[in-house]
């Protein structure tokens, strides 16, 4: 185990509220990402992080912000949730030097925005 | 960037058969190619991955294929049993920059006792 965890892992809010995910892990790796997961879209990057307050925006960025003040932490922000924010959020780290870029992922938070 | 095509989106065996998940990529520059098995609630891991200098690779009863030519690769699962039902997800990454690993939509396997 990579020693990779998320809180909270479950979260329903309202639409217009502010939320912040975690991610944790406690490996020192290098590379930490956010996916979101729909049901027909597979996994899409919002945003990853290569380093302490290096990071660069994924595929589905709008809406989303977030910050990596320690290399341990990667937190994810909705400024103002939506309900298009509703899914299950991912946090990964990447596990191998490059170029095999093996992903290991959290255990997921399901959030639900009312 | 890359885009990653996976088929089909569903995909119904009985136990015993045989399971071929197929995807196909676009950028010759990716050289690694990982797939994942997400069961139910559950999160994303990996099951076997095959780099770009190798045509062929097996781990008991499953088995990848990579087709460098014509950018296609494959997940092959023989014996299929009631515990292989899930969601299968391909990627494609590339090298260079950050690595960042591009997935397919994903296929769900349902093997029917």
């Known amino acids: 185990d990579a020693g990779i965890t998320q809180s909270p892992r479950h979260k329903v809010t309202e639409t217009g509220t502010p939320v912040t995910l975690r991610c944790h892990q406690t490996?020192?790796?290098?590379?930490m990402y956010w996916y979101r997961q729909d049901p027909g879209h597979g996994l899409r990057l919002i945003h990853y992080s290569y380093g302490v307050k290096d990071t660069d925006k994924g595929e589905v960025s709008d809406g989303y912000s977030v910050s990596r003040s320690k290399t341990e932490d990667f937190l994810l922000t909705l400024e103002s949730a939506t309900s298009s924010q509703t899914s299950v959020y991912f946090c990964a780290i990447s596990v191998r030097v490059p170029p095999d870029n093996e992903q290991f992922f959290g255990p997921g938070t399901r959030l639900t925005v009312l | 960037g890359e885009n990653v095509e996976q088929h089909p989106s569903t995909l119904s065996v009985q136990e015993g058969d045989s399971a071929v998940i197929k995807c196909t990529y676009s950028?010759?520059?990716?050289?690694?190619f990982p797939w994942y098995k997400q069961e139910l609630g559950k999160r994303p891991q990996l099951i076997i991955d095959i780099r770009s200098n190798v045509g062929e690779k097996k781990d008991q009863r499953i088995a990848v294929t990579l087709n460098k030519t014509a950018k296609h690769f494959s997940l092959h699962i023989t014996e299929t049993q009631p515990e292989d039902s899930a969601v299968y997800f391909c990627?494609?990454?590339?090298?260079?920059?950050?690595?960042?690993?591009?997935f397919g939509r994903g296929t769900s396997l349902i093997v029917h006792p």
């Open positions: 990627a494609a990454s590339q090298t260079g920059g950050s690595y960042i690993p591009t």
């Open positions: 950028d010759s520059a990716s050289n690694y």
């Open positions: 490996e020192n790796h290098r590379y």
